[in-house]
């Protein structure tokens, strides 16, 4: 399918529990993101990547990890998962160019993730 | 740093009503605005944006214009209808990583 898309769209685990979310991107886009949504704080930025093996931290990144040793995918891993942790994660991708003023910013369906 | 401030919601308004949602910006340098749309148990989809001083982005019936001068990217709709019925959110892109506002929720009704 062409697009992004994020696996699983819904998950429930446990304290303690690594998890960890995909996010796979068909564009080839350079950048890559990882946010979270909670009520009252729109969307938060956890991590994000230029390019391949290439990440920066966002606004929240503790209890984080992520990697990117394709441009196509970028997984986000919880460590050890924590109640507060609790939230929709969205993916998005986007294509910069310094030819182009063209700098839309694609998302991901979001995945509903609950820490028990 | 760069940061968004939307109006509190939930706004409710009456089919047809006029719609604004506020959104001011704090930013250094000439970021790129947005409005971002998300409806019920999807992603964000791109409404409209704008990338300099006075532009007005436009799309669905919806504008918003880029004002420098109080660093505002305010949204209005003349006409809303029930399926504008969604969360809205402003967005800055100063450099890498786009900021986001809290995000409005308006519900219309018929």
């Known amino acids: 399918d062409a697009g992004i898309t994020q696996s699983p769209r819904y998950k429930i685990t446990e304290t303690g529990r690594q998890v960890t979310l995909m996010c796979h991107q068909t564009?080839?886009?350079?950048?890559m993101f990882w946010y979270r949504q909670d009520l009252g704080h729109g969307l938060r930025l956890i991590y994000y990547?230029?390019?391949?093996?290439?990440?920066d931290k966002g606004e929240v990144p503790d209890g984080y990890v992520v990697s990117r040793s394709k441009t196509e995918n970028f997984p986000l891993t919880l460590e050890s998962a924590t109640r507060s942790q609790t939230s929709v994660y969205f993916c998005?991708?986007?294509?910069?160019?310094?030819?182009?003023?063209?700098?839309?910013?694609?998302f991901g369906p979001g995945t509903r993730l609950t820490v028990l | 740093g760069n940061s968004v401030t939307q109006m509190e919601g939930p706004v409710t308004l009456s089919e047809e009503a006029f719609l604004t949602i506020n959104c001011t910006y704090t930013?250094?340098?000439?970021?790129?605005l947005f409005w971002y749309v998300q409806y019920p148990g999807e992603g964000l989809q791109l409404l409209l944006k704008?990338?300099?001083?006075?532009d007005k982005g436009s799309n669905k019936g919806f504008e918003a214009t880029y004002r420098k001068e109080t660093t505002s990217f305010h949204l209005e709709k003349g006409s809303v209808q029930v399926s504008d019925s969604a969360v809205y959110f402003c967005?800055?892109?100063?450099?890498?990583?786009?900021?986001f506002g809290a995000g409005t929720r308006l519900t219309v009704k018929p």
């Open positions: 998005a991708s986007r294509q910069d160019s310094p030819l182009i003023n063209y700098n839309e910013q694609f």
């Open positions: 990547s230029a390019a391949a093996d290439i990440t």
């Open positions: 564009w080839s886009h350079s950048y």
């Open positions: 967005a800055l892109l100063p450099r890498n990583d786009m900021r």
């Open positions: 704008a990338t300099k001083a006075d």
């Open positions: 930013a250094t340098g000439y970021p790129s």
